[in-house]
């Protein structure tokens, strides 16, 4: 397939109503395919595997691409210096050297992410007022989140949405008054950003004792954990200071879960117990393997998440993840991150050279 | 089954908080009991060792505490001793290790503390051990006496089985009241090893205590590290460093930290008679323990021009590891460890992209990874667990500035070369940081007496007390029997 081909073969994908495990898997093995031929990295990585495309033949064959390797290698099927949008992680796993997500065009990617925010945080209505807790695009133009924010607020944002960190980090005064602006109304109130902004922001309203009780119908969405942006906080204490704080209940309270890696979110149904159940549109899904053997582990299991996002198509769809999960019944929980394990002797281990490394 | 850790000595286990570890291995499950002490308890404990040991212990010639201790390693090296056979049948559980490795293991280990060797650890750090029990002429001038810590905290990390016990020895010989704290991952041997010293002779068993506190736990940590006078400790950089942070500045700290194991095999060694005995010594000490020993190798580079390539003695070397797979298999990898071993596979793998003579050899699921390396490259860490770098240079000469920006954690090196070649080479390697030569097939069995990261066992946990000639002279002067 050409490159024009497989986007509108995706397209049409992602609107459909759903697709069985055949249809998913007949696009898997064009979209391998296409990757195989036009991606020369991720051809050697997998032929090294030993799967081609005349090996392969479900879409559970399709080998995995450990993330770390966006870091080193240019894993893109058109030239990257022809991408339209670039996303780079933050750097701030290993040493200050990014990931990187080449995009020739953003209209999968903005169509993946819509269709599935619309179904699992808009929750049927239209349009609603949104704050952000993040910096926006013009501050941070390779961030997956902040364009991913930006794509929210525009399209499903009413035009009083507004972004609350600049420059100078979180304006309070200004979100204080949209929150008092908001409970006045009795419209429903959007709150999304960085879980990390969410922590200042309860430190900061709780260092002036303040408390707001949103509309009903008002929802939170937090992501990409605290990365050591902010204190720790444990998630049963992260969701009840969030409803405390701001009067939004913790079903509705939804984590999103994405990465610069993929070009689709996971999303839960509320945080009211944790953790929550994490679950992707049909254009994406994930295995939980044995990271070694690269095998699935049976349900219940915990092992490495593995993702299989078609709409990643330039790159590698198939993803080996640093996160730990379990499959469970209609989809995944999140365990968190699988740091590399310290030696359990007096042997050195390769995070602690490389700590040491960075003094 | 239901292990009991620890040797609380005069504090009834019914007034102590005791807190169960799981384990899990090898389709058994064994839980241990870990007592948790309050700040007060600990206090009576550490009065009560450091009582017993100046009342009773520093009485001991040290010929007897060397012939209590040979007895105790006795009753572990004999395989029909109750002691002997839990530890067989419970290690392998809490360890994760296979059965085979522990009994080898502990049965290799142990040897170094028999009497013979207990004396040797003595010769290495005292001309005179006489020192230990009276005052003895020094070369000065004068007599010299030496006295052991009042109280020696060991505060112990780790999984390989009785790594706990050379320190624990050491104290011992200098009569130190000692107080061990043992590790989650293995809080057993230790205290097993108390207890037969305590039937062996029951007041020596007063004059040492086994605890334990959750790793990192200041509070604790500290309630102990107000009452040392010396402190042993073992560990990574971090908690060394929080540890450091707690030792008042009137204790002597003495930290281990961890290692990066590596060898050296010159182009003598790689004839085709000699290359496949090698490679089966090298593929055991990457099997023992895991390599989670501060001497275990994670690197070795090989020398070009043998008639076995490193190419094949890498090979060769992966050959052997399956082979020692079959007896000793590897044991179960946490998640962590798992993705580990995964990231560090792929990421040899991307090297291999670059085409700049990185092979990773084996399947990804295979119990050990083995990868080549043509161009000469940094000592680093493997992802342990079976993982190593082979790495080809012209000479070995080559060697010694790859490895000396490590210095901070170089301590083993194993080299197989020739006499005027391993003394020229071990200059080298000395200068550059490493403190123990040993042969391939030894790097996880150091010699008794052996310096631990270059520095004396008993010597450094000793103060010495002088009688200086002017004191002498003086005496000599108020003697009944001066004319």
Same mark, same amino acid.
């Given at each position: 397939?050409?490159?024009? /081909?497989?986007?509108?073969?995706?397209?049409?994908?992602?609107?459909?109503?759903?697709?069985?495990?055949?249809?998913?898997?007949?696009?898997?093995?064009?979209?391998?395919?296409?990757?195989?031929?036009?991606?020369?990295?991720?051809?050697?990585?997998?032929?090294?595997?030993?799967?081609?495309?005349?090996?392969?033949?479900?879409?559970?064959?399709?080998?995995?691409?450990?993330?770390?390797?966006?870091?080193?290698?240019?894993?893109?099927?058109?030239?990257?210096?022809?991408?339209?949008?670039?996303?780079?992680?933050?750097?701030?796993?290993?040493?200050?050297?990014?990931?990187?997500?080449?995009?020739?065009?953003?209209?999968?990617?903005?169509?993946?992410?819509?269709?599935?925010?619309?179904?699992?945080?808009?929750?049927?209505?239209?349009?609603?007022?949104?704050?952000?807790?993040?910096?926006?695009?013009?501050?941070?133009?390779?961030?997956?989140?902040?364009?991913?924010?930006?794509?929210?607020?525009?399209?499903?944002?009413?035009?009083?949405?507004?972004?609350?960190?600049?420059?100078?980090?979180?304006?309070?005064?200004?979100?204080?008054?949209?929150?008092?602006?908001? /409970?006045?109304?009795?419209?429903?109130?959007?709150?999304?950003?960085?879980?990390?902004?969410?922590?200042?922001?309860?430190?900061?309203?709780?260092?002036?004792?303040?408390?707001?009780?949103?509309?009903?119908?008002?929802?939170?969405?937090?992501?990409?954990?605290?990365?050591?942006?902010?204190?720790?906080?444990?998630?049963?204490?992260?969701?009840?200071?969030?409803?405390?704080?701001?009067?939004?209940?913790?079903?509705?309270?939804?984590?999103?879960?994405?990465?610069?890696?993929?070009?689709?979110?996971?999303?839960?149904?509320?945080?009211?117990?944790?953790?929550?159940?994490?679950?992707?549109?049909?254009?994406?899904?994930?295995?939980?393997?044995?990271?070694?053997?690269?095998?699935?582990?049976?349900?219940?299991?915990?092992?490495?998440?593995?993702?299989?996002?078609?709409?990643?198509?330039?790159?590698?769809?198939?993803?080996?993840?640093?996160?730990?999960?379990?499959?469970?019944?209609?989809?995944?929980?999140?365990?968190?991150?699988?740091?590399?394990?310290?030696?359990?002797?007096?042997?050195?281990?390769?995070?602690?050279?490389?700590?040491?490394?960075?003094? | 089954?239901?292990?009991?850790?620890?040797?609380?000595?005069?504090?009834?286990?019914?007034?102590?908080?005791?807190?169960?570890?799981?384990? #899990?291995?090898?389709?058994?499950?064994?839980?241990?009991?870990?007592?948790?002490?309050?700040?007060?308890?600990?206090?009576?404990?550490?009065?009560?060792?450091?009582?017993?040991?100046?009342?009773?212990?520093?009485?001991?010639?040290?010929?007897?505490?060397?012939?209590?201790?040979?007895?105790?390693?006795?009753?572990?090296?004999?395989?029909?001793?109750?002691?002997?056979?839990?530890?067989?049948?419970?290690?392998?559980?809490?360890?994760?290790?296979?059965?085979? #490795?522990?009994?080898?293991?502990?049965?290799?280990?142990?040897?170094?503390?028999?009497?013979?060797?207990?004396?040797?650890?003595?010769?290495?750090?005292?001309?005179?051990?006489?020192?230990?029990?009276?005052?003895?002429?020094?070369?000065?001038?004068?007599?010299?006496?030496?006295?052991?810590?009042?109280?020696?905290?060991?505060?112990?990390?780790?999984?390989?089985?009785?790594?706990?016990?050379?320190?624990?020895?050491?104290?011992?010989?200098?009569?130190?009241?000692?107080?061990?704290?043992?590790?989650?991952?293995?809080?057993?041997?230790?205290?097993?090893?108390?207890?037969?010293?305590?039937?062996?002779?029951?007041?020596?068993?007063?004059?040492?205590?086994?605890?334990?506190?959750?790793?990192?736990?200041?509070?604790?940590?500290?309630?102990?590290?107000?009452?040392?006078?010396?402190?042993?400790?073992?560990?990574?950089?971090?908690?060394?460093?929080?540890?450091?942070?707690?030792?008042?500045?009137?204790?002597?700290?003495?930290?281990?930290?961890?290692?990066?194991?590596?060898?050296?095999?010159?182009?003598?060694?790689?004839?085709?008679?000699?290359?496949?005995?090698?490679?089966?010594?090298?593929?055991?000490?990457?099997?023992?323990?895991?390599?989670?020993?501060?001497?275990?190798?994670?690197?070795?580079?090989?020398?070009?021009?043998?008639?076995?390539?490193?190419?094949?003695?890498?090979?060769?070397?992966?050959?052997?590891?399956?082979?020692?797979?079959?007896?000793?298999?590897?044991?179960?990898? #946490?998640?962590?460890?798992?993705?580990?071993?995964?990231?560090?596979?792929?990421?040899?793998?991307?090297?291999?992209?670059?085409?700049?003579?990185?092979?990773?050899?084996?399947?990804?699921?295979?119990?050990?990874?083995?990868?080549?390396?043509?161009?000469?490259?940094?000592?680093?860490?493997?992802?342990?667990?079976?993982?190593?770098?082979?790495?080809?240079?012209?000479?070995?000469?080559?060697?010694?500035?790859?490895?000396?920006?490590?210095?901070?954690?170089?301590?083993?090196?194993?080299?197989?070369?020739?006499?005027?070649?391993?003394?020229?080479?071990?200059?080298?390697?000395?200068?550059?940081?490493?403190?123990?030569?040993?042969?391939?097939?030894?790097?996880?069995?150091?010699?008794?007496?052996?310096?631990?990261?270059?520095?004396?066992?008993?010597?450094?946990?000793?103060?010495?007390?002088?009688?200086?000639?002017?004191?002498?002279?003086?005496?000599?002067?108020?003697?009944?029997?001066?004319?």
């Amino acid at each position: 397939m050409t490159q024009s /081909e497989i986007i509108e073969a995706l397209l049409a994908f992602i609107d459909q109503d759903g697709a069985s495990e055949a249809e998913f898997e007949r696009m898997a093995l064009a979209v391998f395919a296409y990757q195989f031929a036009h991606n020369a990295p991720y051809r050697r990585f997998a032929i090294q595997r030993g799967r081609t495309t005349l090996t392969v033949r479900s879409w559970r064959d399709i080998p995995a691409v450990p993330i770390s390797a966006f870091k080193t290698l240019t894993l893109s099927c058109t030239p990257p210096e022809a991408a339209e949008r670039i996303f780079m992680t933050s750097g701030t796993t290993q040493g200050g050297v990014r990931g990187k997500s080449h995009h020739p065009t953003m209209a999968v990617w903005s169509r993946s992410m819509l269709v599935n925010f619309r179904r699992r945080f808009m929750a049927g209505r239209e349009r609603i007022t949104m704050g952000i807790l993040f910096p926006d695009e013009q501050a941070m133009p390779n961030s997956s989140l902040a364009h991913y924010l930006a794509l929210a607020k525009r399209e499903c944002g009413t035009p009083d949405s507004e972004g609350f960190i600049g420059a100078s980090g979180l304006d309070l005064p200004r979100l204080i008054a949209a929150l008092e602006r908001a /409970e006045a109304s009795g419209e429903p109130y959007a709150l999304l950003g960085a879980s990390f902004s969410f922590v200042h922001l309860l430190d900061a309203l709780a260092a002036q004792g303040r408390r707001f009780a949103l509309p009903e119908g008002s929802r939170i969405l937090d992501t990409g954990g605290f990365k050591g942006q902010s204190r720790e906080m444990g998630a049963d204490a992260f969701y009840d200071a969030l409803s405390v704080t701001l009067g939004v209940p913790r079903e509705a309270c939804i984590n999103m879960y994405g990465m610069t890696e993929l070009s689709t979110q996971f999303y839960d149904d509320g945080n009211a117990v944790c953790p929550p159940v994490k679950s992707g549109p049909h254009w994406i899904r994930s295995r939980v393997v044995d990271p070694v053997s690269g095998r699935d582990l049976p349900e219940g299991t915990t092992g490495v998440l593995v993702h299989h996002d078609l709409a990643h198509f330039n790159c590698a769809s198939a993803i080996l993840t640093e996160d730990a999960g379990v499959m469970v019944e209609g989809g995944f929980r999140l365990l968190g991150r699988v740091d590399g394990a310290d030696s359990k002797g007096c042997s050195m281990a390769v995070e602690e050279f490389l700590r040491a490394a960075r003094g | 089954m239901i292990e009991t850790a620890g040797h609380l000595p005069g504090l009834p286990a019914t007034e102590v908080a005791w807190r169960t570890l799981d384990f #899990s291995a090898w389709g058994e499950r064994a839980q241990v009991r870990v007592p948790e002490l309050t700040a007060k308890q600990a206090g009576a404990l550490a009065g009560h060792v450091r009582e017993q040991a100046r009342s009773y212990l520093r009485t001991l010639p040290v010929s007897q505490i060397v012939a209590t201790l040979d007895a105790a390693i006795a009753r572990l090296l004999d395989r029909d001793d109750p002691c002997r056979r839990r530890a067989e049948a419970v290690l392998p559980i809490v360890t994760g290790y296979d059965r085979e #490795s522990v009994r080898l293991g502990l049965s290799g280990y142990l040897r170094s503390f028999r009497a013979p060797q207990l004396q040797r650890f003595l010769a290495e750090d005292f001309a005179n051990p006489a020192v230990l029990d009276g005052f003895q002429p020094a070369m000065k001038g004068g007599f010299t006496r030496a006295h052991g810590p009042q109280l020696l905290l060991h505060i112990w990390a780790g999984n390989v089985p009785g790594l706990s016990l050379w320190s624990l020895i050491s104290g011992l010989l200098v009569k130190a009241g000692t107080v061990g704290k043992v590790a989650s991952a293995e809080p057993l041997l230790a205290g097993w090893f108390a207890q037969i010293l305590a039937e062996i002779d029951p007041k020596l068993g007063e004059c040492l205590a086994v605890v334990w506190w959750k790793g990192g736990d200041a509070e604790a940590e500290r309630a102990w590290l107000r009452e040392a006078d010396t402190v042993i400790a073992y560990g990574g950089n971090d908690a060394l460093t929080a540890i450091r942070e707690r030792v008042p500045v009137t204790a002597r700290f003495l930290p281990h930290g961890h290692r990066i194991g590596f060898g050296l095999i010159g182009a003598e060694a790689l004839d085709t008679r000699r290359a496949g005995p090698l490679a089966r010594l090298v593929a055991q000490d990457v099997a023992r323990w895991e390599q989670q020993g501060c001497y275990s190798p994670q690197m070795l580079f090989v020398a070009r021009g043998g008639a076995v390539s490193p190419r094949e003695f890498a090979e060769r070397v992966s050959q052997e590891l399956g082979a020692l797979r079959l007896r000793h298999p590897r044991r179960a990898l #946490s998640v962590a460890e798992a993705a580990g071993v995964a990231d560090w596979r792929s990421h040899e793998e991307m090297r291999g992209f670059d085409e700049d003579g990185t092979v990773v050899l084996g399947e990804a699921g295979d119990g050990w990874s083995v990868v080549f390396s043509g161009a000469a490259q940094l000592l680093a860490p493997s992802a342990l667990n079976r993982t190593l770098k082979i790495v080809a240079v012209d000479s070995l000469d080559e060697v010694p500035p790859l490895v000396s920006p490590a210095r901070a954690y170089l301590q083993t090196a194993a080299v197989a070369a020739s006499p005027r070649e391993l003394f020229r080479i071990a200059a080298l390697l000395g200068e550059a940081g490493v403190t123990r030569i040993c042969g391939f097939g030894a790097m996880a069995a150091p010699e008794a007496g052996w310096h631990n990261d270059g520095r004396f066992n008993l010597l450094d946990l000793v103060r010495l007390t002088e009688i200086e000639q002017s004191a002498e002279r003086a005496a000599d002067d108020l003697a009944p029997y001066v004319d």
